[in-house]
T-cell receptor, first 114, second 114 residues
Framework: AQKVTQAQTEISVVEKEDVTLDCVYE???????LFWYKQPPSGELVFLIR??????QNEISGRYSWNFQKSTSSFNFTITASQVVDSAVYFC???????????FGKGTRLHILP | EPEVTQTPSHQVTQMGQEVILRCVPI?????FYWYRQILGQKVEFLVS????????KSEIFDDQFSVERPDGSNFTLKIRSTKLEDSAMYFC????????????FGEGSRLTVL
C-alpha cells in the first residue's frame, strides 16, 4: 500500500529563519510522482512542485528547494529566509504512474512569526 | 492561465438536505476528480470520472454521493442527504493527462452541514 508521512504536525519559526518540512513516502512501485502543495489560510491548494521517481536532482526555485532521496524515500522541502506569507499548511503527496489518484500526507502547519 | 472553477465557494445546509457542488474543469481536460478535506485533516480522494463514467471511487463515496457531467463543461458532485460529517472542503480537479498526476485543483467549496 502507498503512504505519505509528514511527521511534523506543526512548526513555528521566526521570520528569516530557514525551515525544512519532512516527507517520507512508501510505495513498491518504481515509477511514481511526488508533489508538494501549499494550502494558505484561504483554503485553496496551490501546486508547488512535481518530481518523478527517476529524477533525483535537487531543485531550487527562489527561496524554495527540494531534496529528493530515493535511498531514504524522502522528499523534503526547505524554505530559506522564511517570510510571514509562507505561513500555511504544506502537503506532500504521491501518485503512482499506473494510477490517477493522489495520496496526500496529513500536512504540516507552518507558522512564520514576525 | 486556464483554471478550474468551483461554485459555490461556501454553502451552509441543514442535515438531510441535498447539495450540489459545481465545477468547471479546464476545457480540454478529460479526467475529472473530487477530493475532500475535513477541517484540519488531510485531503482524501473521493472519485475519478472519465468518458462519462466513474473510473474509480473510494470507500467514502457511498450511495449518498453521485457525480455527473450534465453538459460539456460542468462536473457536479451531489450529496443526496447530507450528514453532519459531510462538512468539509470539497476540491474539484481535472487533468489532461499531460503527465500522471498533473492535476489542476479548483479553489474548493466549503460545505457546512448544520
Amino acid at each position: 500500500a502507498q503512504k505519505v508521512t509528514q511527521a511534523q504536525t506543526e512548526i513555528s519559526v521566526v521570520e528569516k529563519e530557514d525551515v525544512t518540512l519532512d516527507c517520507v513516502y512508501e510505495t513498491r512501485d518504481t515509477t511514481y510522482y511526488l508533489f508538494w502543495y501549499k494550502q494558505p489560510p484561504s483554503g485553496e491548494l496551490v501546486f508547488l512542485i512535481r518530481r518523478n521517481s527517476f529524477d533525483e536532482q535537487n531543485e531550487i526555485s527562489g527561496r524554495y528547494s527540494w531534496n529528493f532521496q530515493k535511498s531514504t524515500s524522502s522528499f523534503n522541502f526547505t524554505i530559506t529566509a522564511s517570510q510571514v506569507v509562507d505561513s500555511a499548511v504544506y502537503f506532500c503527496a504521491l501518485i503512482l504512474n499506473r494510477d490517477d489518484k493522489i495520496i496526500f500526507g496529513k500536512g504540516t502547519r507552518l507558522h512564520i512569526l514576525p | 492561465e486556464p483554471e478550474v472553477t468551483q461554485t459555490p465557494s461556501h454553502q451552509v445546509t441543514q442535515m438531510g438536505q441535498e447539495v450540489i457542488l459545481r465545477c468547471v474543469p479546464i476545457s480540454n481536460h478529460l479526467y475529472f476528480y473530487w477530493y475532500r478535506q475535513i477541517l484540519g485533516q488531510k485531503v482524501e480522494f473521493l472519485v475519478s470520472f472519465y468518458n462519462n463514467e466513474i473510473s474509480e471511487k473510494s470507500e467514502i463515496f457511498d450511495d449518498q454521493f453521485s457525480v455527473e457531467r450534465p453538459d460539456g463543461s460542468n462536473f457536479t458532485l451531489k450529496i443526496r442527504s447530507t450528514k453532519l460529517e459531510d462538512s468539509a472542503m470539497y476540491f474539484c480537479a481535472s487533468s489532461g493527462r499531460g503527465a500522471p498526476g498533473e492535476l489542476f485543483f479548483g479553489e474548493g467549496s466549503r460545505l457546512t452541514v448544520l
